[in-house]
């Protein structure tokens, strides 16, 4: 009698606590959905994710090409700063479209971080170059000089493109040994001509020169023309960007743009001093300003 009445208790129990245990179930289901769901979208997240690492990552290049929000601004006020000029940031971002384009489309890569890059492609054009003649000493697999052209027809200049680089299979630079690229691709001349083309270089307006710029007879081959534009990138000794100055003071046009690469990149000293020690002398270049770690300077 008394296991029956307990029986019946206990039923009685479950039957009063069933609306409560049924709401503690519905909200543990709901639980378990909404966390689902939450798992879900993170998987299409990561997934995402790895998908954009594998077109912008930094596997067979040195840096990604993966810039925040906050680093574009940054970067545009730069170039404002330098260039005086409205639309910095929209001309930024249409820098930055052209450097993702190059390096997918292209073999090898752009040598230098993200920043540099840009900076380069966007203040150059802004700084009213007095002609499209562009003169680059080192180029690499190319692909940046094809950049410097669109970004010079992008603002109405049509380009003439001289290119002179020894087309070492590896990159060249006093006291530095690299066995091989991290892109894992040689540098050869058919490489560089086939960047340029991915690039849109119209091979009627190019001139690629092997060899160095000091060697006498390639400044000879080289200085028939005035340049509207010079890309200082070779050798990046003190003695190297003296060198590469001291030619660039006789073949620049009043007005034209300088750049030099990696002025403000503490690993590559010589070419601040050179730069310095040129600017403290009789010269006909002037210092405009700094952008990430490329200074521009004016030739008058």
């Not at 606590?17 to 939450?38: F, T, W």
């Not at 270089?201 to 400044?219: M, T």
């Amino acid at each position: 009698m008394k296991f029956h009445s307990s029986l019946i208790a206990s039923r009685s129990a479950r039957r009063a606590l069933r609306p409560v245990l049924d709401q503690l179930d519905q909200r543990i289901d709901r639980k378990l959905r909404s966390a689902r769901r939450e798992l879900t979208v993170l998987r299409e997240e990561l997934r995402k994710a790895h998908s954009t690492e594998l077109l912008l990552g930094r596997d067979g290049r040195l840096t990604d090409r993966q810039p925040s929000r906050e680093e574009i601004v940054e970067l545009a006020a730069q170039i404002a700063v330098l260039t005086g000029r409205d639309g910095a940031y929209k001309e930024t971002v249409l820098a930055y479209r052209t450097l993702v384009e190059l390096e997918n489309r292209g073999v090898g890569r752009i040598a230098g971080s993200t920043r540099n890059i840009l900076g380069k492609l966007t203040a150059t054009p802004l700084l009213n170059p007095p002609n499209g003649e562009i003169l680059e000493i080192g180029t690499l697999y190319g692909l940046f000089a094809g950049g410097m052209a669109r970004q010079l027809l992008r603002a109405g200049l049509p380009y003439e493109l001289t290119i002179v680089d020894p087309l070492s299979p590896v990159q060249l630079q006093p006291g530095f040994e690299i066995s091989s690229d991290p892109s894992g691709t040689p540098v050869t001349e058919a490489v560089v001509r086939a960047n340029l083309g991915y690039a849109g270089v119209d091979d009627a307006r190019l001139r690629l020169c092997k060899g160095f710029s000091e060697d006498p007879a390639v400044r000879e081959e080289l200085s028939d023309r005035q340049y509207g534009v010079v890309i200082i990138d070779g050798d990046h000794s003190f003695e190297g960007v003296a060198n590469d100055l001291e030619w660039t003071e006789r073949v620049a046009a009043p007005g034209a743009v300088v750049v030099m690469d990696d002025y403000g990149d503490g690993r590559w000293a010589g070419v601040r001093e050179a730069t310095e020690k040129r600017l403290a002398g009789e010269t006909r270049l002037r210092m405009i300003g700094q952008v990430a770690t490329s200074a521009f300077l004016r030739a008058i």
